[in-house]
């Protein structure tokens, strides 16, 4: 009996064992692949660019940081308000560009969508948000421990890049809050064109954090595409 217990108690340990392996490379494998991924999808965007300014020459000569209330909100009012200009609509999934952040020494693609691929690979442009560079609010989501994961160290005055194919616009940090997951009214209309970085918060917290970090910036350079 004795020594069937002991028997037992060892082909636990020994699943506890093997389980607890699998788990951790399980998360060793997905903190290898997101910024592998992401990384991917920034390389693809400076690829389309470098096409597109080739092509152009020879002329002359490609966790939600959201809830569900906050994202219906912003679908209503478009980030900029009952005044705000119409809204240009793409493809979820689309790349729409990139984001640095020259303090940080970071740089990422932004893409359409909130989803699980979009976020994935970059920065989430919220739908119903104006395009960055566009008059309004527009709206940037990423989880905080990827793509977002320094936001915090981000203070007034530090410039954020942007490069869509409108052109180079450069913002300058404003201030920062921290507010409740559902709070629908977190991202203020505009009627100037800002910028709004979303993500959970806190950063260091396990499991759905309660509450998300807003980072706003306002537009103070922009080189439109030519």
């Not at 093997?18 to 991917?40: D, N």
């Not at 007034?156 to 409108?166: C, F, K, P």
Request: aromatic content about 6%; glycine content about 10%.
């Amino acid at each position: 009996m004795m020594r069937s217990k002991r028997s037992l108690l060892r082909m636990a340990a020994w699943l506890v064992f093997t389980g607890s392996l699998v788990v951790l490379g399980f998360s060793t494998y997905q903190a290898i692949r997101g910024p592998l991924e992401a990384q991917q999808a920034l390389r693809q965007w400076d690829e389309l660019q470098r096409e597109t300014e080739d092509g152009n020459a020879k002329r002359a000569a490609d966790e939600n940081p959201l809830s569900p209330a906050l994202a219906g909100k912003l679908r209503q009012t478009g980030g900029g308000g009952e005044s705000a200009l119409p809204v240009q609509t793409v493809a979820d999934g689309e790349l729409l560009g990139k984001i640095a952040f020259p303090s940080l020494d970071q740089r990422y693609a932004i893409l359409e969508g909130t989803g699980y691929e979009p976020l994935k690979l970059g920065a989430g442009h919220v739908p119903g948000s104006p395009l960055p560079g566009d008059d309004g609010n527009s709206v940037l989501a990423g989880h905080r421990d990827t793509v977002f994961r320094s936001l915090g160290k981000l203070k007034a005055g530090d410039r954020i890049e942007v490069e869509t194919t409108s052109g180079h616009f450069t913002y300058e940090v404003t201030g920062r809050r921290i507010v409740d997951a559902d709070n629908a009214d977190a991202v203020q209309a505009s009627t100037e064109p800002i910028l709004t970085l979303i993500t959970c918060y806190p950063f260091t917290y396990v499991g759905p954090a309660p509450e998300r970090l807003l980072l706003t910036a306002k537009l103070i350079e922009e080189a439109p595409d030519s």
